[in-house]
Structures are given as C-alpha cells and as structure tokens.
C-alpha cells in the first residue's frame, strides 16, 4: 500500500503565491534557491508560454443562459470511494434506470515515502490522499456527480479533468478550487471504457502536479457489462487497479534526494528535474513496494481478476510475468477486446483494462515491460496465487544439474 508520513502542515502565507493558476514567476517565490539560481528566468518563459495553452481553463465559466440538464428518470446514488488497488463496490451489469452516482474527493498534500531505501521523498498532491487517486466506477448514461474540496491547510490551488467527460477541458475550468473551497461538477458519461483524470491547474503546473500523484482513474461500464468480439458475457472476481506514476525527484550535489518542509517547496527543482523527460522513480501506486511482498495483490486458480492501469503521463507496456491479458481493453468497452495479449499498451494520458483468469499458483510479476523501468525504477507489482500446480500447464521434467561433457 501507499506510505504516507504525516507531519503535519504549518499555515503559511506562501499559500497565496502559490494558489494563481498561471503562475508565471512562481518559480521564484517556491524557495530562495530559485530566486538566486540563473536557470529561474528560463522557468518562468516555459511556464508562461505553456500558461497561455491553457488559458482558457482559467477563464471557462458555466453558461447561464444554456437549458438546466434533464435529470428526470435519474436515481441518486452515492459511491464511496476506496484506497487503491481496490475497486469501489459497484454492479457489472447495471439493474435500473441511469444513475446520478455522487461522490466527493479531498485534494489532499501529503509527504509520502517514495522508497524506503534511499529516503526519496515526495510532497504528494492527491486525490483522497493516495496516489494514484481512487478509482471511480459508473455505467454508460450514468451521471459523475463530485464534489471536489481543498482542504483548509492546502499549499495551491487544484481541479480536475475528467477525459471521460465532454466540455470544459474535461470540467477542469469548472472545478477550480483554493484552499479552503470545494465545488460540485455533474457530468454524463457517454463513453465506455476506462480513462484517465488529473489535475490541470494551468501551465507548467499541469505536469508539476500530475507528477506529483494528481492522477487517477474512472471505469465507465458498459450497461449490460463486458463482452468479447462474439458478444458474450465477460465477468470478474475481482478489480487490481495499478495507477503508474513517474516522479522526477530532485538530488543534491551529492545524489542524495533533497527534502522539502511542504508542498510546492520543491516546484523550481521540480521543473528543473522534470525538463531532462528522465524519472529518477516509474512506480505503480505511489511506491516502490506499495505492491510487492507484504503489499502484494491476492488471488486464487481459477480466479479472474480485471487489471484495470492508468498512466496519466508516460507510455507504458504492461506485461504479467507467467500469465496473459485474455482480453484486453486498449480503447473504448464498445470496441471488440484484443485477446491472448502477452503485453499491452497504455498510452500516457490514458487507462487501459485487462482481463485475465489465473490457471496457476505462484507469484505473478505485473511489470512495465520497459524491463528498465519495471527492475530499476520500481515499475512492478505482484500478485501471489494459490491453488493446484497444473503439470500439463508447466512440469519442470528436470531440475538444475550439472551435465556431462
Ligand atoms: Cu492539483
């Protein structure tokens, strides 16, 4: 699981530079190294030319004069959101009429361990406090209902962009909030499949944050649920959500990671770190570890599980070491399911799911198959297995031994 450290926050009046959603100069109000480093000014052009991008988001208002939804035929329900890996209680096939499916998300900063080997250390900015943020899960025609907070003791400003949605970069100009406030967007979810959400407050801060853990899923099932090519039913036991997240950490003159007193003290070194395009970590739910060993997944023969990967912002090419993606989702549920896949793709700024039924016991690596990131930069997770060993499957005819020569 997640790592968290709480320390606390202080209040601090930095909160007030740090909440614009542009942020130009920002870099040289986030520490002092900033204000006296030469590459500051270098910053500040790349955030404003990238600010003028997303200019709209800041402007974005909902348009008074336009028709009040038709919510009649609706039934409100609420979804409480659980901690990643696992998935929120919800249907595979839909029972009732369309759903208004209400739920709330806190945009909480906390420091997190990222490994516990090196002490590297991230101020994340989260969704609900883990990274990545909680899978939400609605059917096709369902309405998302959320209600999105920032704490009180926030650092900045943050909202949310749904790709699952239509309109206002994806409600991302209709959600900002500050510190201290929370606002309610409704969206219909016309488009089945699994997506990608994040956090876009403007500018360079659009990756600063996504690279600091702003990112999660939303699962849009299909009404009468999955199906392979021929239409059938595709059922599971159980959901394994992996939210992949690259972190580009800033070190000292010493290779040692540098540690922060809170959020957004790290943004100029950040970006420095960020510019190289090179992650010092590409871990699966916010740690190295958070899904090995102790943390690893469960599961049984015979069992199905579906893997439901969200990247936010990196290419990834999951692969499960010793098993398949039976079927699997690249694209929309509506789209016949690609089968018998060995690995699949996840494009940054996107989920994909994959459905596979364990025919063996052990232990089962879910790796990017970019074998770089998924050995040394922690982009792995287990899943252990029980049940009986299948010889037709596997026999291991001899074991190691010396041979003649
Ligand atoms: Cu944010």
């Known amino acids: 699981m997640t790592k968290f450290i709480n320390p606390g926050l202080s209040k601090t009046s930095r909160r007030n530079v740090l909440r614009g959603s542009v942020l130009a100069g920002a870099a040289a109000m986030t520490g002092t190294a900033a204000m006296t480093g030469p590459r500051a000014p270098r910053l500040d052009r790349a955030n404003a030319t990238s600010a003028r991008l997303y200019k ?22 609420k979804q409480e959101l659980v901690v990643p890996p696992f998935a929120p209680e919800h249907e595979q096939v839909a029972t009732g009429g369309p759903k208004i499916v209400e739920i709330t998300m806190d945009t909480t900063e906390r420091l997190m361990v990222v490994d516990e080997d090196t002490g590297a250390s991230v101020w994340a900015l989260t969704y609900n406090g883990s990274v990545p943020g909680p899978l939400i899960i609605v059917h096709e025609g369902d ?9 009180h003791d926030s650092m900045m400003e943050h909202n949310i962009d749904f790709h699952a949605s239509t309109g206002a970069l994806g409600g991302g100009g209709l959600t900002h909030v500050y510190p201290g406030e929370e606002a309610v967007l409704r969206w219909k979810a016309t488009k089945p499949g699994c997506f990608t959400y994040h956090c876009a407050p403007g500018g360079a801060m659009i990756p600063y944050h996504v690279t600091h853990g702003m990112n999660g899923a939303i699962m849009v099932l299909p009404r009468d649920g999955l199906k392979d090519a021929q239409g059938n039913p595709l059922r599971y036991d159980s959901i394994a959500y992996f939210g992949e997240q690259d972190y580009y950490l800033p070190m000292d003159e010493n290779g040692d990671y540098k540690t922060y007193d809170a959020a957004g003290d790290d943004y100029a070194d950040s970006l420095e770190a960020m510019r190289g395009l090179v992650p010092t970590h590409q871990v699966f ?11 690893a997944l469960k599961a049984k023969v015979g069992e199905t599980v579906l893997m439901v990967h969200n990247s936010c912002n990196v290419d990834s090419r999951p692969h499960l070491i010793g098993g398949h993606g039976d ?24 989920a994909a799911a994959a459905l596979y039924t364990f025919e063996q016991p052990g232990v089962y690596a879910y790796v990017n198959h970019n074998l770089i990131i998924g050995a040394m930069l922690g982009g ?26």
């Open 285 to 295: 739910n916010g740690a190295v570890g958070a899904l090995t060993g102790e943390n």
């Open 380 to 405: 792995t997770a287990h899943f252990v297995v029980e049940g009986d060993w299948n010889n037709d499957l596997m026999e291991q005819v001899v074991a190691p031994r010396p041979f003649a020569t």
């Open 327 to 350: 079927y699997v989702w690249e694209s929309s549920f509506t789209d016949p399911p690609l089968t018998g896949m060995e690995t699949w793709f996840v494009r940054g700024g996107s």
């Open 143 to 151: 309405m998302v209902e959320l209600t999105l907070r920032n704490p």
């Open 56 to 77: 709209a988001a800041g402007e974005q208002t909902a348009d008074s004069t336009a028709k009040p939804a038709d919510l009649s035929g609706y039934t409100r329900v």
